[in-house]
């Protein structure tokens, strides 16, 4: 939504190089610099992080709560997908 | 394929303490209500940015005004994270400041009452701020994910806060008489409108049933309020200074002091608008949003050019 | 003057001059455009009194009397200041005051840059600090100066308004006197002189990309290097100083 305070985005933090970048949290900014900028003045002043980065919040797409059943339950019975799911004998070693 | 009911949901996450999410089904006196509590609390953050803020300037040293000026920073970025809460609800940040500067919306009591002196600083920060935190403890845990993570963030942040205005109580009332009595001073002016922030006694609280039901508060203003004066007391002896209660007494039966009631006329007339501070505060708020109407319009205008600059590239 | 008078009168310039840009800054706290920026210009208020008290408590330190950062600051009348008249110029708009803050976090990158490669250790040690927040600094006044500059026309008015009030102030931030001479031929000072060119040429850009009028010639006001300041400085001390001389015995 888009009001005289600028456009709201949002903004993922990652916390030391290699980790995955985290949801923190929103903002409102009129332009990406702006964005990038303001992000690190509110999000990171206490050393939370390594990099950022930022996005207009109109530009995420998410699932919503009655996708929950059809998107996510197929996938609990897919016990072959994890690795305790296969027996490996004794004696060979890690696998 | 029978269709789920919404509000058994609902229910249901609330009775095993699940968290409620922006897309979620809501009843719409929940979302109202939570509308009204996240923008209040960030009300009350960025106002209380001006009382504190009034000593950034005369702070008295080096370390003391560094101290400050995070700390007042941090109760803008507070105000932000429970804005951006409250837009997750489908209201707008310039909505809310309208309500705000139009003098609709609600904040704190406590921010209209004035910083007279450097001892209020330090008052503000431990007996404001050790009030404040008592009560986002509890919202950690509120129903509502973005609220609840929001509280997190903010009660990671205010942890330094509480400390940073007893430690100045501390150098007062260690310091010479004269430093001693101002913080005395203090003390008697910040202790009943701080006891008034946890709000009306529970028998008169008219949103206390819902919100309770809800999870958004998890214990009535009473309870609070008593652990704040007991956790207190023990803290205001190690200065030396006198809590300005008569009715202060140790309850042995029930394990906590009896304390005497603010004055709740005095709270209603300055929820009204009637505090000592209340129009000047407006007002500042009001010159500031004003001011800065032309920096967001040539930010919206330089946004917009740069984002058609870049579709035409 | 000895090496030492030199050395305490140069921190003294410096710590100055961030104590009352900062002390202007944080007038901004709480009353800034919006709430975001509020924050961004509070970091940087806190980054500039940081380098503050670290040049006062190193300048307390050369003078060797005993006396604290704190000491320096509270209890110093104006005409012991060495601040650049710039920073103690009223905020005005935030056209003024983002302006102001990016002709000086040009300066001080260029500054701090040079002064990191001096011979005074804790001088180094303070500018290496420096550099990496006034980077930051930099990019965000100049990214302002952009915005207003290719804003609105209001804007632009104004940020054009706010460079005619400040243009002036500017000259003087290269000034050097005997102080500054002194300290050249042991390595611990920087030559303004060789910083001018590129200032110049980095706010001429900055300007011309925002549009700004740069006239020909101005006269230059001057006069901090002596202790001779504008009207402003008695105000801002009277107000920052006003409790620990209220107090003068006691600790905070």
Redesign the interface.
């Known amino acids: 939504m888009s009001d005289s305070?600028?456009p709201l985005w949002e903004v993922f933090v990652q916390k030391k190089a290699g980790q995955p970048f985290v949801h923190c949290g929103n903002?409102?900014?009129?332009?990406k610099?702006?964005a990038l900028?303001?992000a690190?003045?509110?999000y990171t002043?206490r050393g939370e992080g390594m990099a950022l980065w930022v996005v207009l919040s109109d530009a995420i797409v998410s699932s919503s709560p009655e996708d929950m059943g059809s998107f996510f339950e197929p996938s609990n019975d897919k016990i072959f997908r994890h690795p305790t799911f296969y027996q490996i004998p004794d004696g060979v070693g890690h696998m | 394929m029978g269709r789920v009911n919404v509000e058994e949901v609902f229910e249901a996450k609330l009775a095993k303490n699940d968290f409620i999410e922006p897309k979620d089904w809501m009843p719409e006196n929940y979302r109202k209500h939570l509308i009204r509590q996240i923008s209040q609390h960030a009300h009350s953050e960025?106002l209380g940015?001006?009382p504190e803020?009034n000593w950034?300037?005369?702070?008295?040293?080096?370390?003391?005004?560094?101290v400050l000026?995070?700390k007042?920073?941090d109760e803008?970025?507070h105000?932000?994270y429970l804005?951006t809460a409250a837009e997750s609800l489908g209201i707008s940040r310039d909505e809310m400041l309208n309500a705000l500067l139009t003098g609709k919306a609600k904040y704190s009591s406590i921010f209209n009452y004035p910083t007279l002196s450097?001892a209020d600083v330090g008052a503000v920060g431990w007996l404001v701020d050790g009030a404040a935190i008592m009560n986002q403890v509890m919202l950690q845990r509120s129903s509502y994910g973005p609220y609840s993570r929001a509280m997190v963030r903010i009660c990671k942040e205010e942890s330094f806060h509480q400390r940073q205005g007893y430690e100045?109580m501390t150098?007062l009332s260690f310091?010479?008489p004269?430093?001693k009595a101002m913080a005395q001073d203090a003390l008697n002016r910040w202790w009943f409108p701080t006891l008034m922030m946890f709000g009306p006694p529970d028998r008169e609280s008219p949103n206390s049933e819902n919100a309770l039901k809800w999870r958004i508060k998890r214990e009535t203003n009473d309870q609070l309020r008593q652990r704040f004066v007991n956790q207190t007391v023990i803290q205001a002896e190690y200065l030396g200074l006198t809590i300005p209660d008569k009715g202060l007494v140790w309850n042995e039966a029930k394990k906590a002091y009896d304390f005497s009631e603010p004055d709740w006329a005095e709270f209603k007339n300055v929820i009204k608008g009637n505090g000592p501070c209340n129009k000047e505060r407006l007002v500042?708020r009001n010159?500031?949003h004003k001011?800065?109407?032309?920096?967001?319009?040539?930010?919206a205008?330089?946004g917009k050019?740069q984002m058609e600059a870049s579709l035409a590239a | 003057m000895t090496k030492q008078e030199a050395l305490f009168n140069y921190t003294l310039r410096l710590g100055d001059t961030s104590?009352i840009l900062a002390?202007r800054l944080?007038?901004w706290?709480?009353?800034?455009?919006?709430?975001?920026?509020?924050?961004?210009l509070?970091?940087i208020?806190?980054d500039i009194?940081?380098r503050?008290?670290s040049l006062?408590e190193y300048a307390a330190k050369v003078e060797n009397k005993g006396k604290t950062?704190?000491d320096l600051?509270?209890f110093r009348n104006d005409r012991e200041y060495f601040n650049a008249l710039i920073t103690e110029q009223p905020n005005g708009?935030?056209a003024k005051t983002i302006l102001r803050q990016a002709f000086i976090d040009c300066f001080d990158l260029m500054f701090y840059t040079e002064l990191s490669n001096t011979k005074d250790a804790t001088l180094v040690g303070i500018s290496q600090k420096s550099i990496k927040e006034i980077t930051?600094h930099k990019?965000?006044s100049f990214?302002w100066v952009?915005?207003?500059g290719?804003?609105?026309e209001?804007?632009l008015t104004?940020l054009q308004q706010g460079f005619d009030e400040l243009w002036p102030f500017t000259g003087e931030l290269f000034e050097m006197n005997e102080v500054d001479e002194v300290l050249l031929k042991d390595g611990l000072a920087v030559d303004l002189s060789r910083l001018k060119a590129v200032w110049e040429k980095e706010i001429g850009d900055l300007l011309n990309e925002s549009h700004v009028q740069i006239p020909e010639s101005t006269y230059i006001q001057t006069g901090s290097r002596k202790g001779l300041h504008s009207e402003h400085l008695g105000y801002i001390l009277a107000?920052?100083q006003?409790?620990?001389r209220m107090?003068p015995?006691?600790?905070?």
């Open positions: 305070q600028g903002l409102h900014a009129y332009d610099e702006m900028q303001n690190r003045d509110l002043r | 960025i940015m001006l803020g950034i300037s005369r702070a008295p040293s080096l370390r003391a005004k560094l000026l995070a007042v920073q803008g970025g105000g932000l804005y450097w100045i150098h310091g010479t004269e430093q500042s010159k500031s001011d800065g109407e032309w920096v967001r319009a040539a930010a205008a330089y050019k | 104590l002390q944080s007038e706290t709480g009353h800034g455009p919006f709430l975001e920026e509020d924050l961004a509070t970091n208020a806190l009194f940081g503050a008290k006062l950062e704190d600051a509270f708009d935030y930051y990019r965000h990214s952009k915005r207003f290719n804003g609105t209001e804007s104004r107000e920052m006003s409790l620990p107090h015995t006691a600790k905070w």
